[in-house]
Nanobody, 117 residues
Framework: QVQLVESGGGLVQAGGSLRLSCAVARIIFRENTMNWYRQVPGKERELVASTTSDDKTSYADFMKGRATISRDNAKNTVYLQMNSMRPEDTGVYYC???????????WGRGTQVTVSS
């Protein structure tokens, strides 16, 4: 069974940093676009950052300049480094793998991020 397991969430003060990790098992990691989404209370799930199989990255406007997404294909792991965090970044962050060949999506269970003032 495909598994995506997030880690690295927790409590951080405003202005601080967190690095989220997502370990992926039982899929061909390199052919997938890896994404981080988040669910902020009261809002729909939204895309935070993406990295393609050829390492093209993109970021939501609210994260540009504050986040870096990266992938380690040898470890089947994707990371999201977030800096200058704000209370409005509080929410559940989800790892997503999208296979463009079969148009399939796989999701982690999420990790809670809380930013205090």
């Amino acid at each position: 069974q495909v598994q995506l397991v997030e880690s690295g969430g927790g409590l951080v003060q405003a202005g601080g940093s967190l690095r989220l990790s997502c370990a992926v098992a039982r899929i061909i990691f390199r052919e997938n676009t890896m994404n981080w989404y988040r669910q902020v209370p009261g809002k729909e799930r939204e895309l935070v950052a993406s990295t393609t199989s050829d390492d093209k990255t993109s970021y939501a406007d609210f994260m540009k300049g504050r986040a870096t997404i990266s992938r380690d294909n040898a470890k089947n792991t994707v990371y999201l480094q977030m800096n200058s965090m704000r209370p409005e970044d509080t929410g559940v962050y989800y790892c997503n793998a999208h296979n463009p060949i079969w148009n399939r999506d796989y999701w982690g269970r999420g990790t809670q991020v809380t930013v205090s003032s």
